[in-house]
Nanobody, 126 residues
Framework: QVQLVESGGGLVQPGGSLRLSCAASGRTFSSYTMGWFRQAPGKEREFVAAIRWSGTSTYYADSVKGRFTISSDNAKNTVDLQMNSLKPEDTAVYYC???????????????????WGQGTQVTVSS
């Protein structure tokens, strides 16, 4: 089992920044992928960003490229999502997820990820 706990959500004005963090614990794997997804009310859960645990490869949805940055800290078993230039349409519950299978290409569908955090609310509003 892998446990994931997100933190860092909140209310921010348009154009502002937030940093989300996901702490992983439990089983260890030699190669895996951590991803961030989000789900707005009435919408399907969508891919935001992902990173190989080696930290060598990152992937982003087109809607967040250039504004969001995903990073990992293997010593702390954390994956962060730095979100800049936030827009009202970024409002959603953000989830971190764990894919224990090394996939090529990287998984961008929720079904590819086995473990999920409880989610953290991000609200972008003036």
């Amino acid at each position: 089992q892998v446990q994931l706990v997100e933190s860092g959500g909140g209310l921010v004005q348009p154009g502002g920044s937030l940093r989300l963090s996901c702490a992983a614990s439990g089983r260890t794997f030699s190669s895996y992928t951590m991803g961030w997804f989000r789900q707005a009310p009435g919408k399907e859960r969508e891919f935001v960003a992902a990173i190989r645990w080696s930290g060598t490869s990152t992937y982003y949805a087109d809607s967040v490229k250039g504004r969001f940055t995903i990073s990992s800290d293997n010593a702390k078993n954390t994956v962060d999502l730095q979100m800049n230039s936030l827009k009202p349409e970024d409002t959603a519950v953000y989830y971190c997820a764990f894919d224990e299978i090394f996939r090529l290409p990287i998984g961008t569908q929720p079904a590819a990820y086995t473990y999920w955090g409880q989610g953290t609310q991000v609200t972008v509003s003036s």
